[in-house]
């Protein structure tokens, strides 16, 4: 059985030695390339970028921790001022927000009364007209209703109260 190992490996060994993957996957990359110039330009710029973006990442990410070790101090020592500065800093900049969307919603609000008004349909007239019509229908049916039962109610207040 260990004489037949040896034999094995030596007949059906593909591999290649370890001292050319380099130029391995130059062959490789050649062959599946070919001779398309535009994959071989967009291979290299693709590398080239992504090198490029890898570059800038890691000197943004050793540029935030050296600033951070190096502020660190700075920024406990002068926490006292800072906080009640981003406070009213962030409240500021929140009635800022709050003011420019109360302020887009009313002139649009306006916009929507003007076209109605105007008689353009904006979107949602019809709701409104619906809801008008069932408002008013609503108020004649009370309107008749009262009409109706309000002579009643005046003869039992007569009746309860003779005098009035």
């Not at 290649?16 to 001779?35: A, D, E, M, V």
């Not at 398309?36 to 970028?49: A, E, H, K, M, Y």
């Not at 921790?65 to 020592?77: K, S």
């Not at 009640?84 to 929507?112: D, H, K, N, Q, R």
Request: proline share 5%; hydrophobic share 45%.
């Amino acid at each position: 059985m260990a004489d037949r190992a040896p034999t094995q490996r030596a007949r059906g060994s593909t591999t290649t030695p370890t001292t050319n993957n380099g130029s391995t996957f130059l062959r490789k990359l050649q062959t599946h390339i070919g001779s398309n110039s535009t994959q071989l330009v967009g291979f290299l710029t693709l590398i080239i970028s992504g090198s490029i973006l890898l570059l800038f990442t890691g000197i943004t990410i050793i540029g935030a921790v050296l600033g951070l070790i190096f502020f660190t101090p700075l920024i406990i020592v002068s926490s006292p001022i800072w906080f009640p500065i981003a406070i009213v800093f962030f409240f500021a900049v929140a009635e800022f927000l709050s003011l420019c969307g109360f302020g887009l919603t009313f002139m649009a609000g306006l916009s929507w009364m003007y076209r109605y008004f105007r008689g353009l349909n904006p979107p949602g007239s019809d709701q409104v007209d619906y809801a008008r019509n069932r408002i008013y229908d609503t108020a004649s049916h009370v309107k008749d209703y009262a009409r109706e039962y309000g002579g009643y109610l005046q003869s039992k207040v007569k009746d309860a109260a003779p005098g009035a």
